[in-house]
């Protein structure tokens, strides 16, 4: 895992809105329709720093290759998977991209991946994380 890496991507949800993470999708823009060609990301890519909202949210996964374009936009390019991009500019193992991007995606919210993030740097792995305490079961 790189720590270094993996505690921007943590400072960089933090600081993002609520509406620009959305943990189902990739990458969606403002009708809610995923965002699947190379062109449509990489504008969304360059508008990530810009005071304006592009309208563009993102899980995990795609908020780690908008924030490290330069070094997934060719993976991008060619078409390769938004978990597996992500996983390598992370240096994640195969168990820990699951638990992270995927386990139980379509009910985790911002604050659950910033819960995963931390627990993350702090333990190395997402192993014992107890997914009990996340949103879904405490709502």
């Known amino acids: 895992m790189n720590s270094e890496r993996v505690k921007k991507l943590l400072d960089h949800i ?5 509406e620009q993470f ?12 995923e965002i699947s060609t190379f062109r449509n990301v990489q504008e969304a890519a360059k508008n990530r720093n810009k005071k304006s909202i592009c309208g563009t949210a ?5 908020h780690a290759c908008l ?7 060719k993976d ?8 597996e991009i992500a996983q390598n500019v ?10 992270l991007f ?6 985790a919210t911002k604050a659950d991946a910033i819960k995963r993030l931390e627990y993350l740097l702090q333990f190395g792995n997402l192993d014992d994380y107890d997914w009990f305490s ?6």
């Not at 999708?25 to 809610?32: H, L, T, V």
């Not at 924030?67 to 936009?73: C, I, S």
């Not at 995927?102 to 009910?107: A, S, V, W």
Request: include cysteine.
């Open 14 to 18: 933090k600081k993002s809105p609520d």
């Open 22 to 33: 959305h943990y189902g999708n990739w990458f969606s823009g403002i009708d809610d329709k």
């Open 58 to 62: 993102a899980c995990v996964a795609g």
């Open 67 to 73: 924030l490290f374009w330069k070094e997934t936009r």
């Open 76 to 83: 991008l390019a060619i078409g390769m998977s938004i978990a």
């Open 90 to 99: 992370l240096e994640l193992d195969h168990q820990t991209r699951y638990n």
């Open 102 to 107: 995927l386990q139980n995606m379509d009910d």
């Open 134 to 139: 996340e949103s879904k079961y405490n709502s």
